[in-house]
Structure formats: structure tokens, C-alpha cells
């Protein structure tokens, strides 16, 4: 063909394009997450299944409603909004309430901002937020995993509800669920510490996701290896906790637990891999990371060790999200040819 | 892909992007001369600085090498008929820049044995640097990497300066293009006379090649041919974009930063494109002054990618034609490579003194049309090679916040596309900062033209006060 005859395109530089795009690094995130979800559904049973099912629904619901027609949905951050929500959220709380909660997630989270990349809170936990505000009972009535020991000698039954699940608004639950603490809990009100290996794996009470570091972090490591969450945020985080729980764990041993406990305890580890790593809500300069990681593991073992919750890793991950701006704008990068020598450089010539 | 933990693996290299090269289709390809077309379009104004002012009129006769544009001050460069023949128009004629501009069209003598008029080939042994520069200059050389700055006025580096280094580019880091590595390949000997009479010009000792190391092979033909009485280092530098600028090379070869608004002399170095150091030693051994080039036609889009040496005011028509033509799938042609090349609505444009290739994109390249909000998601910050923040950046320029974009250094980037290259929102970063800097540039003017406006009213108004005063007294 020869040239005569062509319609030529006009765009400006750069014609070329790296092929990561924003959708694709938000369905990446909710693919890691699925391990996470199955791991949760084995530990709770179908009451988990129904919990972040409802929560993703309600939040892409929203999301939907707010955007205006079905397409934003198409990025895939609702989804994550929705799944993250659900992994925090007890198995046996109402289904009315995990939608609710991922109304607000999406609805005060995120939209009262401006939509996707404009919020300043990780819009998942003010949802989670919210329904502790609201309904303190039932955020905290934490059920027990598959196969846990029963008073009467059995033990837990994979498919059987783990509360009032099908509960409706203004009406108390109608199903009984057997219940206990979280390891949290059972060490800060009773001074009983689960084994490490136990919260490694899972096998304990606690929100739908919150239990098993292992998968969490075999996610979070495939998505450090693609770039899509910046590594510095939970090894930051992490060496927070370590290194201050350990330190203070020297100080008072026997009222204050270690480290080993500590990171493995808890929403840490969801917190650190999903949440704190959400890149609307965490700074985008690489010194900027390590100040925000390190406040959040901070904030994480004052709130756990003297707080009055057992658990702090939500409301240390919301407090930086706040700090945020103010970290972008104090570690702006240094741009190329203003060091201090080529400062001395440019006055001796002028 | 630049950020996460890959980046540790490549030894904490952090900035840069690493689009695929695409050399592979021509960078084997010998250099091949393409015979002359049957006119050459000569724009006046081929490089930065003054356009050269016209020497001919319709209906004279030129012959391959004769003068037909003169330098307009220093920072110009004359302009020579790349191919005998009868001037057949001067006039505006379409530019690869996008507008029309005025330039001379020859109908090339299908006759003609298109050999130069017998000229004086310069001897450079003992030549001062007033002498060079000025043989450089009549010859009409520029920058062959893009630019096209008139390489005489590098020769003159600022006398509040002190050169240490000659810096010769080699990387050639834009995609597909491959026109440096074909002339470091065949024609070391070339660069390194070259390399002897800048110098010889600057008074320097010492001489840098810098080339990327995806071309072993031109790494080795320098290195074999370097004469043993100049100190000249070859450096294979890291693969990644932007490699080839300036600032970038002068800090992969002497580990300083050029400090920001400043040039390189300032630090000690001038940099020459390898290109550029061959068409003077070009100079220095045959007379002739820049009447062609070698440009790498290349891309997806072409049906037989090549390296050619053409005249220069060749038009992009017959280049593409003698390529064998476009693809079924074409959609773009540029001036230039991918990352910052020029896109061509019109083929009737001729190749410049400073275009390095042809590239020929396809529907395949075609970016996406939609964008995304901005996520954070910092890719941008480790892309920039002058470590500024685009995605700040864009948000200012979307706000019209020019000021604000200023105190951010705006006026340290390059336009080089590549946060523009790894926004996973393909969000148009680059291209808006193009956008703002000429926006700044035209209100600045606009200013200017006023406080000179109101200087003047100021000036008339005290001049007729005081005139008047002069009367009544």
C-alpha cells in the first residue's frame, strides 16, 4: 500500500504505554485476595461466605448508585472495598449490617470525596468504623472456627452458622452460636496467650480474614513482586510492632505480650498487607512510606497495650491516613541538580 | 516496571522506565544509501536558533554542496543543497515541527552525477579553536540526536567555564531507533577522529563514548579502534530511558549533577551525539559540508525497516517508499522514536539535519483512550529522572495552577514521557506539562509586552509633562 492513501493518527508523546493499568492492578489485588476469602470460609464456614458476599455487594451496589451507571464498577475498587470490609467484619454479624457497612464504606469512604483517588481515609475502615460505632455487640461477638472444641465435648462444625447471620434490623437474633475470645482479647482480659503457630495458620477466633497471616502474606508478596503495593509500608509497619512491642515486652513481660505475638495476632497482618498499603490513602514518596508505616505499627501497639479495645490496628491506619498530605509535602523528592553542592554551584557562578 | 521489590534485584536502579527497545529489526541492518529523490525540500530553519536566510531564487542552478541558506548570528547555521539541480520554489512548505515554514524546493537533475563542486578539505593538524569552530559552522553542522543545536556554539563552551570532558552520546535509548549504532559500528574510525578534533578544539584531555548495553557490538568495535595517543574510555551504561539525556549521561559518567537551570559546562562536560562527532570528522576528511544523514525507518508499521543514509530534505514519502510502504495496520508515522518523537500528519515533510529515524506505529501501539483517576500510586515519582513529582504535577496543570507547578520545578523537565509511559490511569502527564510550559511561556510574554507597554506610556507621558512644563516656564 502505498503512503498516498492513509489516514494518519495524531497523538502527542509518548506514543508508547507501559501495560499496567489501574483496573488491572485492582482485579490483581481482589485475585491475592481470594486465597484469603477460601481460607476464611474454611475457618468460618458459610457464614463467612455470606459476610463478604454481602459486603462486596453492598459496596459495589453503591458504587453503582453513586457513579451513576455501571462502568466505574469496571475498575475493580469497590470489589476490594467490599472484600476488605468483609475480612474484618465478624462471621455472626447480621447480613444488614455487612451491607450496610459496605454502603458507607463506599458512601462516606469514598464518594463524599469525590470518587476513586480522591479520598483520604481507606474507605473499608471507615465503614468498619462506622459499624463498630454503631453496633459495638455485635462487631465484637467473635465466633469460633471450624473444628474449635465445644463445653460439651464436640466441636465446631464447618457448616453451621456462626450467628445471627439472617438477623433483620430492630429484631434480636434467633440462632445460637457458640462464641469466645479472640486471642486478643483472651490475653489483654485474661491473660491467656495463644501459640504463635496457631495465629500463623489460622486456626482461631477472630474477623472472617483477620486469622491467617500465612495467606496474607503470600498475596502481599506476589503483589510486592508486580509493584502493585509498595513493600516499605508493612515491612515498616511490621518492624514497628516488632521492635517496640519487643522493647516493651522487656520492660513488663508478664502484663505486656512480645513480638511474636503481637504481629501475629489480630487484624495486623490484613491491616499491613491490604489496608495500609491502599495507594489513594498512603503516601506516594518512598521516605514518605517508612514515616507512615512506622506511625501506624506505633499507633498499633499504644492503642493495643493501653487502649481500652484489644485491638488497634484499624484506628492506627485511619489516624495516618489523616497524616498523609502532610507526609507527602515534608519528603517531597529532592529534584535532580538542587543538591546542597550544586546549590554552592550555581551562587559561585551568579 | 520500576517500582516494587523487582527494583532491588536490578541493584537498587530506581529511575527510568524500560519500554522493549524493538532494535532487533534493523540494528544488524549495514547502512544503505537510497538513491536520490526527484526534489529535496530545505526548510531555512533545520535547527535551534535563527533560520537561515535564503540565497537562491527560482530557477537558479545548485550544485550538491553549494550554500543556499546563511547563518543569521551566531546561534545559526547555513543551510547547503543536498542534490544538484534547479531551485524550484522557494516558499512555505509543510515542517516536521507541525507548521509550514519557509524553504527552498530543488528538482533534483536526474543527469546530475551528484558529485560536489571540488572543494578544500580542511587540514585540522595545529587548527585553533576559532578555525574549527568556524569550519564547523559554514559546514552547517548541528546536533543529530533531535535537537539540532549548532554544534559550534558547544564548541565555545561559556568563558566563565572550564571543560574537563568530552562526553559522546551513544546510547540512543529511544525504541526502535538504531542510526548511532549502526555509525559506532561501521565507522569507529570516524567517531574517534571526530572525538580527536572536538578535543583538540575544547583543549580537553579526556574523552567519554557512552553506550547502552544492548550494543555489545558497537561497545567493541570502539574499544578495538580507539587511537593509542587519545585517552578515550568507552562506558556501557545501563539500559533504561532516558539514558541518552544529557544530564542523565553526564551523571552515569562522571557521578555529578548538572545543577538545575544551568548547562553542562558548568559541571565540566560538553556532550556531542556520536552522530554529530561522525559529521564532523565527515567535515575533516572530505570537504563536503551536512548534506545527508543516516535515519533508522522503522516500527511495525513499515514493510521493510532499514537503515538509509538520505539527503537531507529527502521528503518522508519517498523515504517510506523505498521501505517498501506502510503496513495495512499503520496509524502513525513519527518523526523520531516512539517516546518522543513527532507525529506526522503530512508526508510531504522532508527529513531535517536533526531527525534521527522514522518510526511507523500500529493499531497494535495504540494507547488506550480512556483515563483513570489518578490512584497515588507513585509510579510517576519513581519514573521521573529529575525526581520531580508528576503526580502532583498533574494536578496542579489540570487546575491551571502554573505558578505553583513553577515552585515544583516544572522548568527541570524534560518532556520525556516517561510518567506519561507508566500511569497505569493513562493519565496525558507529559503531555500536559508540555502544554503548561507553553502556556507559562506565552503569559509570560504577555507580560512582558505589557510592562514594556505601560514602560513606555510612562516614559511618553513624563516626556510630554515635562515638555509641557518647559513651555509654561
Not at chain 2, 520500576?2 to 524493538?22: E, I, K, N, Y
Not at chain 2, 533531535?146 to 568563558?159: I, N, Q, R, S, W
Amino acid at each position: 500500500m502505498t503512503p498516498a492513501d492513509r489516514t494518519l493518527e495524531l497523538a502527542a508523546s509518548p506514543h508508547l504505554k507501559a501495560p499496567d493499568s489501574t483496573p488491572r492492578i485492582m482485579w490483581t489485588v481482589v485475585a491475592t485476595l481470594i486465597p484469603v476469602v477460601v481460607g476464611a470460609v474454611w475457618a468460618f464456614g458459610p457464614s463467612a461466605a455470606l459476610v463478604i458476599g454481602v459486603a462486596v455487594a453492598g459496596a459495589v451496589g453503591t458504587e453503582r448508585l453513586l457513579a451513576g451507571g455501571p462502568d466505574p464498577v469496571r475498575d475493580g475498587s469497590a470489589v476490594i472495598t467490599g472484600l476488605l470490609l468483609g475480612l474484618t467484619l465478624p462471621a455472626g454479624v447480621p447480613l444488614w449490617m455487612a451491607a450496610l457497612g459496605g454502603a458507607v464504606s463506599i458512601a462516606l469512604g469514598k464518594w463524599v470525596f469525590g470518587g476513586l483517588g480522591q479520598n483520604v481515609f481507606n474507605p473499608a475502615l471507615v465503614g468498619r468504623a462506622f459499624l463498630q460505632a454503631a453496633f459495638p455487640a455485635a462487631m465484637t461477638t467473635w465466633p469460633l472456627p471450624t473444628g474449635a472444641a465445644l463445653p460439651d465435648g464436640g466441636s465446631v462444625a464447618w457448616a453451621a452458622l456462626r450467628g445471627p447471620n439472617l438477623a433483620l434490623p430492630l429484631m434480636g437474633g434467633s440462632v445460637d452460636a457458640v462464641t469466645g475470645a479472640t486471642p486478643l482479647g483472651l490475653r489483654k482480659f485474661e491473660g491467656v496467650e495463644t501459640p504463635v503457630a496457631d495465629l500463623f495458620i489460622g486456626s482461631i477466633g477472630g474477623s472472617v480474614g483477620e486469622t491467617s497471616a500465612l495467606l496474607i502474606l503470600l498475596g502481599g508478596g506476589y503483589l510486592a513482586f508486580r509493584g502493585y503495593l509498595d513493600w516499605r509500608i508493612p515491612v515498616s509497619v511490621l518492624l514497628a510492632v516488632a521492635v517496640l512491642s519487643s522493647a516493651l515486652h522487656a520492660l513488663r513481660p508478664d502484663t505486656l505480650p512480645g513480638a511474636p505475638f503481637m504481629l501475629f495476632s489480630g487484624g495486623l497482618m490484613l491491616g499491613a498487607v491490604y489496608m495500609a498499603t491502599d495507594m489513594v490513602t498512603s503516601p506516594v514518596t518512598r521516605a514518605g512510606a517508612w514515616i507512615y508505616g512506622a506511625g501506624i505499627g506505633a499507633l498499633v501497639v499504644i492503642i493495643r497495650y493501653w487502649g481500652g479495645l484489644p485491638e488497634g490496628v484499624m484506628y492506627a491506619i485511619l489516624l495516618m491516613n489523616a497524616m498523609v498530605p502532610f507526609i507527602d509535602r515534608a519528603t517531597q523528592p529532592r529534584v535532580f541538580g538542587t543538591s546542597r553542592r550544586n546549590r554552592r554551584e550555581r551562587e559561585a557562578t551568579t | 516496571m520500576t517500582s516494587g521489590l523487582r527494583g532491588l534485584f536490578r541493584g537498587g536502579f530506581r529511575h527510568g522506565v524500560h519500554p522493549p527497545d524493538h532494535k532487533e529489526s534493523t540494528e544488524s541492518l549495514p547502512i544503505r544509501r537510497m538513491p536520490f529523490p526527484d526534489e529535496v525540500v530545505l526548510p531555512l530553519s533545520q535547527h535551534a536558533g535563527a533560520p537561515a536566510a535564503c540565497l537562491v531564487r527560482p530557477g537558479d542552478r545548485v550544485e550538491r554542496g553549494d550554500a543556499i541558506g546563511s547563518a543569521q548570528g551566531h546561534v545559526s547555521v547555513p543551510i547547503h543543497a543536498t542534490a544538484s539541480g534547479t531551485v524550484a520554489a522557494v516558499e512555505l512548505a509543510p515542517h516536521p515541527s507541525g507548521r509550514w515554514m519557509d524553504a527552498v524546493r530543488i528538482a533534483v537533475d536526474p543527469h546530475s552525477a551528484q558529485i560536489p563542486r571540488p572543494r578544500i578539505v580542511p587540514r585540522w593538524e595545529g587548527l585553533d579553536a576559532v578555525a574549527t569552530r568556524a569550519a564547523v559552522k559554514n559546514a552547517g553542522v548541528v546536533g543529530l540526536g533531535g535537537a539540532a543545536f549548532p554544534t559550534h556554539v558547544k564548541l565555545e563552551p561559556p568563558p566563565d567555564t572550564e571543560i574537563e570532558l568530552l562526553l559522546v552520546n551513544g546510547a540512543e535509548c529511544e525504541p526502535y531507533l538504531t542510526s548511532d549504532h549502526r555509525v559506532m559500528v561501521e565507522h569507529p574510525e570516524r567517531v574517534h577522529f571526530g572525538v580527536r578534533i572536538m578535543m583538540q578544539c575544547l583543549d580537553v584531555d579526556r574523552a567519554v563514548i557512552g553506550v547502552e548495553m544492548n550494543k555489545p557490538d558497537a561497545v567493541a568495535r570502539l574499544r578495538e579502534t580507539v587511537p593509542e595517543d587519545l585517552d578515550v574510555t568507552v562506558l556501557p551504561l545501563r539500559v533504561k530511558y532516558p539514558q541518552g539525556a544529557e544530564k542523565m549521561l553526564i551523571h552515569a559518567a562522571t557521578g555529578r549533577e548538572v545543577p538545575s537551570g544551568m548547562l553542562p559546562a558548568h559541571v565540566g562536560t560538553v556532550v556531542q551525539n556520536v552522530g554529530s562527532i561522525a559529521a564532523i570528522a565527515e567535515v575533516f576528511e572530505t570537504g563536503y559540508p551536512l548534506i545527508e544523514r543516516i535515519v533508522t525507518v522503522s516500527g511495525p508499521g513499515i514493510v521493510r525497516p532499514m537503515n538509509l543514509i538520505v539527503p537531507v530534505g529527502t521528503r518522508a514519502r519517498d523515504v517510506l517508499a523505498f521501505c517498501g510502504g506502510l503496513t495495512e495496520d499503520a496509524t502513525e508515522v513519527l518523526f523520531g522514536g516512539p517516546m518522543m518523537g513527532a507525529p506526522q500528519p503530512d508526508l510531504d515533510v522532508p527529513i531535517l539535519k536533526g531527525t534521527s529515524g522514522i518510526t511507523v506505529l500500529t493499531e497494535r501501539e495504540r494507547k488506550p483512550e480512556r483515563s483513570w483517576p489518578c490512584i497515588a500510586c507513585a509510579r510517576c515519582l519513581g519514573a521521573c529522572p529529575v525526581f520531580l513529582n508528576p503526580s502532583r504535577l498533574g494536578m496542579l496543570a489540570q487546575a491551571g495552577r502554573w505558578d505553583e507547578m513553577t515552585e515544583m520545578h516544572l522548568g527541570d523537565c524534560m518532556v520525556c514521557g516517561s510518567c506519561s509511559y507508566v500511569c497505569p490511569s493513562n493519565i496525558p502527564l507529559s503531555q500536559m506539562f508540555s502544554v503548561a510550559k507553553s502556556q507559562m511561556r506565552r503569559e509570560r510574554e504577555a507580560r512582558e509586552r505589557h510592562e514594556r507597554a505601560v514602560a513606555e506610556a510612562e516614559a511618553s507621558r513624563r516626556a510630554e509633562e515635562s515638555e509641557a512644563a518647559g513651555v509654561s516656564a
